[in-house]
């Protein structure tokens, strides 16, 4: 017989968090379903990432988040989720992956997982957007050299590596790895560094690209990517580079099939906006809820930790005023 329980939260990051501890709070009989660690998202982050916010915009639960530093990093951020699960002791049960989420009845879910099956008079779907690459569809994208994830400099020490994009993730892959003596070239799409680049560190990849130091090639694209070279279009016509690896950095997006497997309705434009109630949080299936990035769809810069926390409080108000 599937365990019951009055809400279960997909997804065990800091938004997925901050709803159990509301829950909590309103005695309601709750589990979270984790794929991966605790935070996950965050545990796959670059080993030396530093956050655009300061550590109190990441705070949940009214826990200080203790920084010495002026922003804090992946490090200090995995440490303080930890300490909050110590805190709280939540009911979670991580390395489980919700397969199928069914409504069964007018209200009732029936959840399946890898492992289990639930049954729920409430879901929250926190799954952010971090596991789908948003590939570049071309041809050698799928050699072992082209990678959609970066995690430190060390392997790319004196190789000849590009990096695409010009977000936070591409900026800070490209001046550690030229740091660490890495060839780098960066083949940005537009016509110059993203302005969301954090401000501490966009003048100086501007200023390693205006020396000379970091090749860019703006207004350009891959068109081919092959065992020890690149080709790509730019301005000035097609030109190809000696190449060892290629970091693919070019943004993630939301398990967008599985919300729309749910009965979820999603915008029918490029943005694929997943429909909910801006004051509830609740989409059009009743009592199925949406909290954090996940809910700006393609739109994965709209929500984060400091603006998606008060997410919590307005979903399990709704829950508990039913």
Request: glycine share 6%.
């Amino acid at each position: 017989m599937a365990e019951s329980y009055d809400l279960v939260i997909v997804g065990g990051g800091p938004i997925g968090l901050a709803c159990a501890i509301e829950a909590q709070k309103k005695n309601l009989n709750y589990l979270i379903i984790e794929k991966g660690a605790i935070v996950n998202s965050i545990f796959n982050y670059p080993l030396y990432m530093t956050f655009f916010s300061t550590a109190e915009r990441l705070e949940i639960g009214n826990i200080p988040f203790n920084c010495l530093a002026p922003k804090p990093g992946r490090q200090g951020a995995l440490e303080y989720y930890r300490n909050i699960h110590r805190y709280f002791n939540f009911n979670i049960n991580l390395f489980e992956k919700a397969v199928e989420i069914q409504k069964i009845k007018d209200d009732s879910f029936k959840i399946t997982t890898d492992k289990a099956l639930y049954e729920a008079k409430n879901v929250i779907i926190a799954t952010g957007f971090y596991d789908i690459p948003i590939e570049m569809n071309v041809k050698g994208e799928e050699l072992l050299k082209v990678r959609h994830y970066y995690k430190e400099a060390h392997e790319y020490a004196f190789r000849n590596i590009l990096i695409v994009g010009a977000n936070n993730s591409s900026v800070d892959a490209a001046l550690e790895c030229w740091r660490k003596g890495a060839n780098v070239t960066m083949v940005i799409r537009k016509s110059e560094i993203n302005n969301r680049v954090k401000y501490w560190v966009k003048p100086d990849v501007e200023n390693r690209i205006a020396e000379g130091s970091i090749k860019a090639y703006f207004e350009s694209n891959i068109t081919e990517i092959r065992e020890d070279e690149v080709e790509m279009e730019t301005p000035n016509g097609k030109i190809i580079i000696k190449n060892d690896f290629v970091l693919a950095l070019t943004g993630y997006k939301p398990d967008l099939p599985f919300l729309e497997k749910m009965g979820i309705q999603l915008s029918e434009d490029e943005l694929k906006t997943p429909t909910y109630n801006p004051e509830t949080m609740e989409t059009n299936v009743k009592g199925l809820f949406l909290a954090g990035v996940v809910c700006g769809g393609m739109q994965t810069h709209k929500w984060f930790i400091e603006n998606s926390r008060i997410h919590a409080n307005m979903i399990v108000d709704c829950i508990t005023s039913k």
